[in-house]
């Protein structure tokens, strides 16, 4: 099993190029990259070469998963915590796998953030984690943390990470990970990430965990949609691990939640839009389906489907209306995200707004958890 087709389409290499650069015939390469022939060392020496890229992160063989051994708890840290989306999903994926998780640390800078995770998971999270020394954390086995998308600053004679990212969050996921050794770590992040800065970003962090901080690697943008929650959410994961693995990205979701599993039935009239903005979507827009979520985009155009548009934390309150009517609950919102209905709500409605509109789709890293997790360990 090898993954000379992820790597070079990370670089942005096509396969004619690979081709010339390790100097063999493009048809030997497709055929290397479909898991049809086995270079030979020199090869595939050759092709990892060419992809700056150790060859054993390339070339390898995949771990058996039932020679898993956990460490027990296995202890993990909640970086940019906002309100517990990860560590809903870890416990989730914890209990399926029969692991006892234990969190060790959180950290995030915003208080309400801090308020609601207290009041949830009985831990007031640390405050800003560009002040917090690596050494200071306990250790721990995994790391989760959904972090902001900076640009990085890259000029021609910078070297490592430390030049590369620093100012930028991912730059104290790396110190700490580099501190800390943790023996995995999973990520998330927006799906612009991908195209940031003509999609240096990405791959700068993908240089960084790969080759300046020695682990095996893997991302995908995933849609909360295909995992069972009517939102339309694509966010990038990024998962790596000390052990090689080949992760399978492709999920089957049995029971899926529609929009009347998410909608409540008794909504206080505060969450109805005024007559005037109610009878202007009217006179726009006729839905196809009951219930929907109306959306307006930048230029006034409304659009309805029987899932809601991705949650934003900073987006003007009347640009989602259910069935063109009213706003989303705060419960609602949190449900679109796949937190449970014994989440406490305990700050005002437009904090909760904004922490549902930060959060990650519980269900859906939750899924990666569960099939990651084994394979990392
Ligand atoms: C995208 S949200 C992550 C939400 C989280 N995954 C969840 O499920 O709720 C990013 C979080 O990073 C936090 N943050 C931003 N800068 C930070 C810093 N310097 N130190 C700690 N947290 C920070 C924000 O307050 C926000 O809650």
């Given at each position: 099993?090898?993954?000379?087709?992820?790597?070079?389409?990370?670089?942005?290499?096509?396969?004619?190029?690979?081709?010339?650069?390790?100097?063999?015939?493009?048809?030997?390469?497709?055929?290397?990259?479909?898991?049809?022939?086995?270079?030979?060392?020199?090869?595939?020496?050759?092709?990892?070469?060419?992809?700056?890229?150790?060859?054993?992160?390339?070339?390898?063989?995949?771990?058996?998963?039932?020679?898993?051994?956990?460490?027990?708890?296995?202890?993990?840290?909640?970086l940019f915590c906002g309100i517990g989306g990860f560590r809903y999903a870890s416990k989730g994926a914890f209990d399926k796998l029969?692991?006892?998780?234990?969190?060790?640390?959180?950290?995030?800078?915003?208080?309400?953030?801090?308020?609601?995770?207290?009041?949830?998971?009985?831990?007031?999270?640390?405050?800003?984690?560009?002040?917090?020394?690596?050494?200071?954390?306990?250790?721990?086995?995994?790391?989760?943390?959904?972090?902001?998308?900076?640009?990085?600053?890259?000029?021609?004679?910078?070297?490592?990470?430390?030049?590369?990212?620093?100012?930028?969050?991912?730059?104290?996921?790396?110190?700490?990970?580099?501190?800390?050794?943790?023996?995995?770590?999973?990520?998330?992040?927006?799906?612009?990430?991908?195209?940031?800065?003509?999609?240096?970003?990405?791959?700068?962090?993908?240089?960084?965990?790969?080759?300046?901080?020695?682990?095996?690697?893997?991302?995908?943008?995933?849609?909360?949609?295909?995992?069972?929650?009517?939102?339309?959410?694509?966010?990038?994961?990024?998962?790596?691990?000390?052990?090689?693995?080949?992760?399978?990205?492709?999920?089957?979701?049995?029971?899926?939640?529609?929009?009347?599993?998410?909608?409540?039935?008794?909504?206080?009239?505060?969450?109805?839009?005024?007559?005037?903005?109610?009878?202007?979507?009217?006179?726009?827009?006729?839905?196809?389906?009951?219930?929907?979520?109306?959306?307006?985009?930048?230029?006034?155009?409304?659009?309805?489907?029987?899932?809601?548009?991705?949650?934003?934390?900073?987006?003007?309150?009347?640009?989602?209306?259910?069935?063109?009517?009213?706003?989303?609950?705060?419960?609602?919102?949190?449900?679109?995200?796949?937190?449970?209905?014994?989440?406490?709500?305990?700050?005002?409605?437009?904090?909760?707004?904004?922490?549902?509109?930060?959060?990650?789709?519980?269900?859906?890293?939750?899924?990666?958890?569960?099939?990651?997790?084994?394979?990392?360990?």
């Amino acid at each position: 099993m090898n993954r000379v087709q992820e790597i070079r389409k990370e670089r942005n290499i096509t396969q004619v190029q690979l081709a010339k650069y390790a100097g063999i015939s493009r048809k030997y390469l497709s055929n290397v990259e479909n898991q049809l022939a086995n270079p030979s060392v020199d090869v595939a020496f050759r092709i990892s070469t060419a992809l700056s890229v150790d060859i054993d992160k390339i070339f390898f063989d995949v771990p058996k998963p039932n020679i898993t051994v956990y460490p027990k708890p296995l202890r993990y840290i909640d970086l940019f915590c906002g309100i517990g989306g990860f560590r809903y999903a870890s416990k989730g994926a914890f209990d399926k796998l029969g692991i006892n998780g234990k969190c060790v640390f959180s950290s995030d800078i915003d208080k309400y953030a801090q308020q609601a995770y207290e009041a949830n998971f009985g831990e007031k999270p640390v405050g800003d984690i560009t002040k917090v020394d690596a050494e200071s954390i306990p250790d721990f086995d995994l790391l989760f943390g959904g972090f902001p998308c900076q640009a990085f600053s890259i000029c021609g004679l910078m070297k490592g990470f430390e030049d590369k990212t620093r100012g930028t969050l991912f730059f104290d996921i790396a110190r700490i990970i580099k501190e800390k050794q943790p023996q995995a770590f999973v990520l998330e992040n927006v799906k612009n990430l991908a195209s940031h800065d003509g999609g240096k970003t990405l791959q700068t962090i993908l240089e960084t965990l790969r080759d300046e901080l020695g682990y095996h690697v893997d991302y995908h943008l995933l849609n909360a949609l295909d995992f069972g929650l009517p939102q339309k959410r694509e966010r990038i994961i990024i998962v790596g691990s000390k052990k090689p693995f080949k992760m399978d990205w492709n999920f089957e979701i049995k029971n899926k939640k529609t929009l009347n599993d998410i909608l409540e039935k008794k909504v206080d009239p505060k969450h109805y839009a005024s007559p005037e903005i109610v009878a202007k979507r009217k006179a726009m827009h006729t839905a196809k389906v009951f219930p929907s979520i109306w959306h307006e985009n930048k230029s006034g155009n409304i659009s309805s489907y029987p899932y809601s548009c991705a949650l934003r934390a900073g987006a003007s309150y009347n640009y989602l209306l259910v069935n063109g009517e009213r706003r989303l609950t705060p419960r609602e919102m949190l449900r679109l995200q796949g937190f449970p209905d014994d989440f406490k709500i305990v700050v005002s409605d437009c904090q909760t707004r904004k922490q549902a509109g930060n959060a990650i789709p519980v269900d859906m890293v939750k899924m990666v958890i569960e099939r990651f997790i084994p394979m990392a360990f």
